[in-house]
C-alpha cells in the first residue's frame, strides 16, 4: 500500500510563492511517475504538472515559466514549486503517483491566491 501527503498550501497574494510538497510511504518501487494536480471549486480536477521517475517533467500550459516541479526520491518525496501565483491557480491540490497498474491520490492541500 501507498500513502501520499502534501503540505504547504495556503493563502497568498498574487505574484507570491508557495512550495507544497508530498511525501510518500509504503511500497514505493523505484520506477514510476508523480504528478500534481488541482481542482478550482466547482470545477473538475486537471494536470498541472508530472515528473518521471527519469527526471522528465511536463506541464499544462498555463502554469510553464512559473510552476517547477521536482522529486528527490532518497525522500520519496514530490515538490511543486509556485512562483508568481495567479487568483486562477486557486484550488485543492492533490498529489498522484501511478506505479505499475495503480495510481494513488493524496487527500490534498488548499491553495488560494487572493487579487
Known amino acids: 500500500q501507498v500513502q501520499l501527503v502534501e503540505s504547504g498550501g495556503g493563502l497568498v497574494q498574487a505574484g507570491g510563492s508557495l512550495r507544497l510538497s508530498c511525501a510518500a510511504s509504503?511500497?514505493?518501487?523505484?520506477?514510476?511517475?508523480m504528478g500534481w494536480y488541482r481542482q478550482a471549486p466547482g470545477e473538475q480536477r486537471s494536470f498541472v504538472a508530472r515528473?518521471?521517475?527519469?527526471?522528465?517533467?511536463v506541464y499544462v500550459d498555463s502554469v510553464k515559466g512559473r510552476f517547477t516541479v521536482s522529486r528527490d526520491n532518497a525522500k520519496k518525496t514530490l515538490y511543486l514549486q509556485m512562483n508568481s501565483l495567479k487568483p486562477e491557480d486557486t484550488g485543492v491540490y492533490y498529489c498522484?503517483?501511478?506505479?505499475?497498474?495503480?495510481?494513488?491520490w493524496g487527500q490534498g492541500t488548499q491553495v488560494t491566491v487572493s487579487s
Open positions: 498522484k503517483l501511478v506505479q505499475g497498474l495503480a495510481e494513488y
Open positions: 509504503g511500497s514505493i518501487f523505484s520506477t514510476n511517475g
Open positions: 515528473i518521471s521517475n527519469g527526471g522528465t517533467m
